[in-house]
């Protein structure tokens, strides 16, 4: 089992930047695993934002994020990164991290299924 807790959410403002992290439980299986970023906004189907491979070389952006979001990873701190700039109130949702620990090297992971782990999500809240 591995546990995922993401912190970092909070309100801000149209235009603002928050900077939300997610910390695996095991540090073995973090450095095995493709990790996303997905999203759920009230009445709506969750969504996928962004995603990296294990070494972090390799990433993946929703077309809504790319340009504004950056997904990073630490490896020696089992944590996970999505800076978020230029917020939208559209951006308001539950965000949830996610790992995919079958993942090869190269494999950035992007479709909801093929995750084996999530975390209990984190609130961001854009005011227009």
């Known amino acids: 089992q591995v546990q995922l807790v993401e912190s970092g959410g909070g309100l801000v403002q149209d235009g603002g930047s928050l900077r939300l992290s997610c910390v695996a439980s095991?540090?073995?299986?973090?450095?095995?695993?493709?990790m996303a970023w997905f999203r759920q906004a009230p009445g709506k189907e969750r969504d996928f934002v962004a995603a990296i491979s294990r070494s972090g070389s390799l990433t993946n952006y929703a077309a809504s994020v790319k340009g504004r979001f950056t997904i990073s990873r630490d490896n020696g701190k089992n944590t996970v990164y999505l800076q978020m700039n230029s917020l939208k109130p559209e951006d308001t949702a539950v965000y949830y991290c996610?790992?995919?620990?079958?993942?090869?090297?190269?494999?950035?992971?992007?479709?909801?299924?093929?995750?084996?782990?999530w975390g209990q999500g984190t609130q961001v809240m854009v005011s227009s």
């Open positions: 095991s540090g073995r299986a973090f450095s095995r695993s493709s």
């Open positions: 996610a790992a995919d620990v079958n993942a090869i090297l190269t494999t950035v992971t992007i479709v909801e299924s093929q995750f084996d782990y």
